[in-house]
């Protein structure tokens, strides 16, 4: 599967994004799907996550109630809507996805897309 990300950009404190991660190659229906971020100078971290079917979803705590995860599996489509971001979110941001529920090592990665927050 090969995946896409887009939808990064420039947004003030307080604004909203919504990433988008279009994968090709193969179906993500049967894949649990997430994101991960990662700012200058540390490492990779979680986001989000959403089971196969779209019914469970988690996520870190310094999102829960700003950021939502969805998927279309019509479109084999990934997004993740950003809300009331802060300076902090600013980092890369990638898609991944894996057989594995739990995406502890995700095997497929998109290419990452840059979001910045200033304050």
């Known amino acids: 599967v090969q995946l896409q990300a887009s939808g990064g950009g420039l947004v003030q404190a307080g604004g909203s994004l919504r990433l988008s991660c279009a994968a090709s190659?193969?179906?993500?229906?049967?894949?649990?799907v997430g994101w991960f971020r990662q700012a200058p100078g540390k490492e990779r971290e979680f986001v989000a996550r959403l089971s196969w079917s779209g019914g469970r979803t988690y996520y870190a705590d310094s999102m829960k109630g700003r950021f939502t995860i969805s998927r279309d599996n019509a479109k084999n489509t990934v997004y993740l809507q950003m809300n009331s971001l802060k300076a902090e979110d600013t980092a890369v941001y990638y898609c991944a996805a894996d057989n594995d529920p739990l995406l502890r090592v995700p095997h497929m990665w998109g290419q990452g897309t840059q979001v910045t927050v200033s304050s």
């Open positions: 190659g193969r179906t993500l229906r049967n894949y649990a």
